[in-house]
């Protein structure tokens, strides 16, 4: 499946964004979506993730300030992200996988989006 992410940018610390992973090719009902943050030189890292089945992935330090959710029928996948940190900027990409769980490692998603940079300013 072809993933195109979007919605990134420039924002203040504590503002909010909402990114958008659309799928073509397929029909993204079937995959486990998952969205990464990689920060300039680090790995890239799961922020959140839903399967295919609905449940969800939260890492810790965005628990209660961002959400994500999935329109089968837009074929579409969205990370709406509040209260940001500035620690939080960096590229995000989304992911995808026909895994039926969602996993934190990056190398069990086999395709993958380009980026959309975030950045967060103090």
């Known amino acids: 499946v072809q993933l195109q992410a979007s919605g990134g940018g420039l924002v203040e610390a504590g503002g909010s964004l909402t990114l958008s992973c659309a799928a073509s090719?397929?029909?993204?009902?079937?995959?486990?979506i998952g969205w990464f943050r990689q920060a300039p030189g680090k790995g890239r890292q799961l922020v959140a993730g839903?399967?295919?089945?609905?449940?969800?992935y939260y890492k810790d330090s965005v628990k209660g300030r961002f959400t994500i959710s999935r329109d089968n029928a837009k074929n579409t996948v969205f990370l709406q992200m509040s209260s940001l940190k500035p620690e939080e900027t960096g590229d995000y990409y989304c992911?995808?996988?026909?895994?039926?769980?969602?996993?934190?490692?990056?190398?069990?998603?086999?395709?993958w989006g380009q980026g959309t940079l975030v950045t967060v300013s103090s």
């Open positions: 090719g397929r029909t993204i009902s079937p995959y486990t």
């Open positions: 839903i399967s295919r089945y609905g449940d969800i």
């Open positions: 992911a995808a996988s026909l895994l039926g769980e969602v996993v934190t490692a990056a190398a069990r998603y086999p395709d």
